[in-house]
């Protein structure tokens, strides 16, 4: 069965950075795209960048372009959310999702794990 | 991108249908044939509950289904149970490669 988690959260300055990392298994992680998808607290769903299964193509939310970067290692099993320059409206909890292949929309979610941006 | 728009409440009473609505563009919910929606109840993470406009990920009760027309998706809840009391959200991809959700319709079975 699909297993996601993710780690790296925790409460970090505005400006500074942050790295998430999410493990995968129970499935084909080398051929499945990935993407994070955050919810600020007590508002709706945001989702914020996409990476597909051989990160030849990477897509972002315009609010974090050039601040955030998606990657993968699949020799790991992982993959990550760079987050520099933060803001407090990154603050969030951070789902990793596995992409449902073809149909573009978001088959199964981990846990997440927070991020409080605050001085 | 805008967010789509739902409804931000709802209600039901058992045995009841309901039906949430969720509005976008022509960019959008109107553009292509990928809506999907999802269910999250509190504390928890979403799930899956219609992908490519209507269709059940296999163990989704088939009490819920899907719709679209024009630039307007639905999801529709029938023989309301108390179980199913929770935010639904709907998303669609667009024309510029990126996701969007609406803001979520939260659901209270009376």
């Known amino acids: 069965q699909v297993q996601l988690v993710e780690s790296g959260g925790g409460v970090v300055q505005p400006g500074r950075s942050l790295r998430l990392s999410c493990g995968a298994s129970g499935f084909n992680f080398r051929s499945s795209a990935m993407h994070w998808v955050r919810q600020a607290p007590g508002k709706g769903l945001e989702w914020v960048a996409h990476?597909?299964?051989?990160?030849?193509?990477?897509l972002y939310i315009e609010s974090v372009k050039g601040r955030f970067s998606i990657s993968r290692d699949d020799s790991k099993n992982t993959v990550y959310l760079q987050m520099d320059s933060l803001r407090g409206e990154d603050t969030a909890m951070y789902y990793c999702?596995?992409?449902?292949?073809?149909?573009?929309?978001?088959?199964?979610w981990g846990q997440g794990t927070l991020v409080i941006v605050s001085s | 991108q805008s967010a789509l728009t739902q409804p931000a409440s709802m209600s039901g009473s058992p045995g009841q249908s309901i039906t949430i609505f969720c509005s976008g563009t022509?960019?959008?919910?109107?553009?292509?044939?990928?809506v999907s929606w999802y269910q999250q109840h509190p504390g928890k993470a979403p799930k899956l509950m219609i992908y490519?406009?209507?269709d059940r990920p296999s163990g989704v009760s088939n009490r819920f289904s899907g719709s679209k027309s024009v630039n307007t998706a639905s999801l529709t809840i029938s023989g309301l149970q108390a179980e199913d009391e929770a935010n639904y959200y709907c998303?669609?991809?667009?024309?510029?490669?990126?996701?969007?959700f609406g803001g979520g319709t939260k659901l209270t079975v009376l």
């Open positions: 999702t596995k992409d449902l292949s073809k149909h573009w929309s978001f088959e199964s």
């Open positions: 490519d406009v209507t």
């Open positions: 998303s669609s991809f667009t024309t510029t490669n990126t996701w969007v």
């Open positions: 022509s960019n959008d919910i109107g553009y292509y044939n990928y």
């Open positions: 990476i597909n299964h051989d990160s030849t193509s990477v």
